[in-house]
């Protein structure tokens, strides 16, 4: 099942931009979303979600996929890719996760409506 976990406590929350049940937490800056979206399901296997969250429990400092994390604010702050129309990296995993934003997107959307 998909869930997401909070960037400051690691708790598990069900949607990445929402408030944290334990601390609460509201992604609200860019960056803040962009870390909120990356830290999910979507973005990392349930174990390395897990052992992001222990260590954010932990009070330790996570450091989150950070091209992930850079591609998420771009959209958030509205900056296709007209600004570098180069930048697509070469593996080609750039598109799968503007495909699961998409989803995410479309879910979020869903579930406020
Ligand atoms: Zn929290």
Redesign the pocket.
Known sequence: MAYAI?T????TKAKALDG?P????LPASSHDKAQAMVATTHNMSEAKLTMVAAALMRGERVELPFEQVLAYMDMFEGRGEQDAPVRLPSKGCAWLVFFWVLVGLAVVALFNS
């Open positions: 909070c400051k406590c690691g708790d944290c334990a601390c609460e937490f």
